[in-house]
């Protein structure tokens, strides 16, 4: 069964900016935003890291390999876009913050390693912040970004995600 499912375009109205999208990695950024900070005691280890080009389902399976551990022992708040660079926060039952920060990996790096009582679980996020870099826009494009921007902000921009 598949979705047909249509948002509709809010500046149809309103001449666009041109550009491309997703030329580089680095156009297009993700910062995770925590719902809490790990409480610095606990049997489990929040970490952050930096990730690029690789899915999170996929660099848990690495760090897991890494650590000689199930992937069940780590967990995350939400699942962040492969071909970017993404910045969130996972959590790893029993693995000290020393050897998380130790770690060795091929597409991400740990950024910090604090220790907390429960389990990262599905949901435990704010939200996201998003960077997005488009490349090669119109000339005009600082004039013409205004009245989107204030129609945008004006009217809401819908979830097109889900809930």
């Given amino acids: 069964m598949s979705l047909d499912w249509h948002l509709p375009y809010?500046?149809?109205d309103l001449?666009?900016?041109g550009g491309q999208l997703r030329v580089a990695l680095e156009d297009f950024v993700v910062d995770e935003v925590p719902a809490y900070e790990p409480s610095g005691e606990g049997e489990?280890?929040?970490?952050?890291?930096?990730?690029r080009d690789i899915s999170?389902?996929?660099l848990v399976?690495?760090?897991?390999?890494?650590?000689?551990?199930?992937?069940r022992k780590i967990s995350y708040a939400g699942l962040k876009d492969a071909r970017a660079v993404a910045r969130q926060v996972l959590s790893a039952h029993f693995v000290p913050p020393e050897q998380l920060l130790d770690l060795q990996l091929e597409k991400a790096r740990v950024l910090w390693a604090k220790r907390h009582r429960n389990k990262l679980r599905i949901g435990h996020l704010r939200g996201n912040r998003f960077t997005i870099r488009v490349r090669d826009v119109h000339p005009e494009a600082e004039l013409?970004?205004?009245?989107?921007l204030s129609t945008l902000q004006e009217v809401g921009v819908p979830n097109g995600y889900g809930v």
């Fill in 15 to 17: 001449p666009g900016i």
């Fill in 56 to 58: 999170t389902p996929l």
């Fill in 44 to 51: 489990h280890t929040f970490f952050g890291v930096e990730k």
């Fill in 61 to 71: 399976r690495e760090i897991a390999q890494a650590l000689g551990v199930s992937t």
């Fill in 10 to 12: 809010l500046t149809d």
């Fill in 144 to 148: 013409r970004a205004a009245p989107i």
